[in-house]
């Protein structure tokens, strides 16, 4: 027995005191070593239910005991695996599978192996409120519990920096626009510049890096670079010759494509452009419906497509909507999709993608594990589509404005526009209605 193996074995032996009332094997098995020459046989598992992280013991014959050979799957999402002795199998559920999973264990490139029993998952998902005291009209930074902002949209860098760009929805005073950036951690608002007007903030997943759409000039935006202490500095990118510019530079979202490094941006009239954030050229890479959109965002689980909310004022039956841009075709203008129901007026619908409906959809962006979460802005909730392209609503009652902290039954939210998400799936939303930044914890 490798040491390796060696100290698996004593991780598994001190689980399987915690569960050996319950294994029907009858003895305190000891490391058995694998054969790949005879199957493994998958018997039964403890517990049957649990929520993110649960340590989960899987019984079988001849499993793997190294445990870079071997993959266990809760409804298709990769689970943990921290040891095995060959009989056992300590594995902890992954976050959000389904409420109903079926464990799969796939041994090197051999068949996938089934358990006959399904897990139960249970989700607990709670809001709390992180920063900012309720007074927007005010801009004050300092303390988190005592800063006054009104937070209308987030992003979160990858070192889990909270990026907020601020402007009040009652009077829209210049002294109300503002780029900040909230320290959990020393539990304070730190300003970045002061009586500027910023929209949806975007984090280079790979250098940190932060820009921000505004809407001065049809090429302009701005760009933190952490190398700097994200000191803002005013970007100019080239538009294509030959190419008609949009009229103004009406520009509100922007994003970082995981798969080329380009940033991307929407005009209100329509155009969807790339720009090399090193020489500040841009490209069209397509034309969409004209109408506002605030939030773009990739998904993990379908590469090259970019997915964009439209506000109320979309055109051609896309308002209030969340539509598809295909960047894999080579003419992209005719690969734009609308995923939700044709509801022009919008609304409140969970269920297939194709059937819900929204209400003025504000940001969106998209967790490691491909689940997008939308600021669901007339709705005053927030929404989830499932990598599955399920729509579900997390938090919030639809239709009713309030401030609330709490799980399903009690959490309120007013008129929320921006969602940031850190690495380890927290979700944060600026509750523009509010002017206060929450915070949501799934488990």
């Known amino acids: 027995m490798t040491m390796k193996n060696y100290l698996l074995f004593c991780m598994i032996a001190c689980a399987g005191m915690f569960f050996s009332c319950n294994d029907k094997s009858g003895s305190d098995d000891p490391f058995y070593a694998y054969d790949p020459s005879k199957p493994t046989t998958l018997l039964s598992f403890y517990p049957d239910s649990g929520v993110f992280q649960e340590k989960v013991m899987l019984l079988g014959e001849n499993l793997p005991t190294d445990v870079e050979n071997v993959r266990v799957y809760f409804n298709h999402r990769p689970a943990a695996v921290i040891g095995s002795t060959g009989k056992r199998m300590y594995v902890q559920a992954p976050r959000l599978p389904g409420d109903t999973c079926t464990i799969s264990v796939v041994v090197a490139d051999k ?3 089934v358990y006959p029993d399904p897990f139960y998952y249970f989700a607990s998902i709670t809001v709390t409120t992180i920063a900012g005291n309720g007074n927007g009209t005010d801009y004050r930074d300092g303390d988190l519990s005592n800063c006054q902002f009104a937070p209308r949209y987030i992003c979160v860098d990858k070192d889990n920096n909270i990026f907020v760009t601020t402007r009040d929805i009652s009077t829209d005073a210049t002294n109300t626009r503002n780029i900040c950036r909230i320290d959990e951690k ?6 970045i510049a002061k009586g500027v007007t910023a929209n949806i903030p975007a984090a280079d997943p790979e250098t940190g890096a932060i820009t921000i759409a505004t809407e001065t000039t049809v090429g302009s935006y701005y760009s933190l670079d952490p190398r700097e202490l994200w000191a803002p500095r005013i970007r100019e990118a080239r538009w294509p010759e030959n190419v008609p510019r949009p009229a103004n530079g009406y520009k509100h979202c922007m994003v970082v494509n995981p798969d080329d490094g380009y940033v991307y941006t929407r005009y209100y009239y329509g155009q969807v452009v790339k720009i090399n954030p090193q020489t500040f050229d841009m490209d069209v890479v397509a034309t969409t419906p004209q109408g506002d959109s605030y939030g773009m965002t990739f998904n993990p689980q379908y590469p090259g497509i970019l997915f964009i909310s439209m506000w109320s004022n979309g ?4 308002a209030n909507s969340i539509f598809t841009l295909d960047l894999n075709d080579p003419a992209p203008t005719s690969t734009i999709k609308r995923l939700t129901a044709p509801i022009a007026s919008g609304g409140h619908r969970d269920g297939p993608i194709d059937a819900a409906q929204f209400r003025q959809p504000s940001q969106i962006f998209c967790d490691g594990d491909g689940n997008m979460y939308v600021a669901d802005y007339g709705n005053h909730c927030i929404r989830r589509i499932t990598p599955e392209l399920m729509v579900e609503t997390v938090l919030g009652i639809p239709g009713t404005a309030g401030w609330k902290d709490g799980g399903r039954e009690e959490a309120l939210f007013r008129y929320p526009r921006g969602i940031g998400i850190a690495q ?10 509010n002017n206060r930044v929450r915070k949501l914890s799934i488990n």
């Not at 020393?186 to 300003?191: D, G, I």
């Not at 380890?424 to 209605?433: C, I, K, P, R």
């Open 424 to 433: 380890d799936g927290t979700v944060y939303v600026a509750d523009n209605g």
């Open 111 to 113: 068949d996938s192996l």
């Open 186 to 191: 020393n539990n304070e608002l730190v300003s």
């Open 315 to 318: 055109g051609e039956g896309y």
